[in-house]
């Protein structure tokens, strides 16, 4: 009959069990002293453990969540103090120009498709009836090539 040797098994797991936490312990202390932060990534890099295994004790994820909270950098202010904020009238001064331009844009915008349109109807036109290609220049003139083609 072999022999029984599962208590040095259990006993080599719970030594190794015991390392493991020794080592992510020494780690978490380690990053806590550096100031760095303390993420379950890092301390798993920094401890040689998986990740996972450290999301299997919820103690030390207790401990870092602690400490992640501890170092964590107070919320930094979003609201401007009083004296740099834009008074309502200047940001509705602001609006109304910007939709101004937005207009002035759209209203450019549509005479160019509109003069777009109208060259390439004249340019088919031009095509379709046989007669050589008009003047892309707005005198009508041939443009004037300069340097070598």
């Given at each position: 009959?072999?022999?029984?040797?599962?208590?040095?098994?259990?006993?080599?797991?719970?030594?190794?069990?015991?390392?493991?936490?020794?080592?992510?312990?020494?780690?978490?202390?380690?990053?806590?002293?550096?100031?760095?932060?303390?993420?379950?990534?890092?301390?798993?890099?920094?401890?040689?453990?998986?990740?996972?295994?450290?999301?299997?004790?919820?103690d030390l994820r207790l401990d870092i969540e602690r400490r992640r909270r501890r170092h964590r950098p107070a919320a930094a202010q979003t609201v401007p103090p009083e004296r740099q904020r834009a008074s309502d009238a200047?940001?509705?001064?602001?609006?109304?120009?910007?939709?101004?331009?937005?207009?002035?844009?759209?209203?450019?915008?549509?005479?160019?498709?509109?003069?777009?349109?109208?060259?390439?109807?004249?340019?088919?036109?031009?095509?379709?009836?046989?007669?050589?290609?008009?003047?892309?220049?707005?005198?009508?003139?041939?443009?004037?090539?300069?340097?070598?083609?």
């Open positions: 009959m072999p022999a029984d040797n599962a208590r040095y098994l259990r006993a080599a797991a719970q030594r190794r069990a015991e390392q493991t936490r020794r080592r992510v312990v020494a780690a978490l202390r380690r990053l806590d002293a550096a100031g760095a932060p303390v993420t379950l990534e890092g301390l798993a890099r920094e401890a040689n453990v998986s990740r996972s295994w450290l999301y299997t004790q919820p200047s940001l509705l001064q602001r609006l109304h120009t910007a939709t101004e331009r937005i207009h002035r844009l759209e209203h450019d915008n549509q005479q160019l498709r509109d003069a777009l349109a109208r060259a390439l109807g004249e340019r088919r036109t031009a095509d379709i009836l046989g007669h050589p290609a008009g003047h892309d220049t707005p005198n009508g003139k041939p443009a004037k090539l300069v340097g070598p083609c």
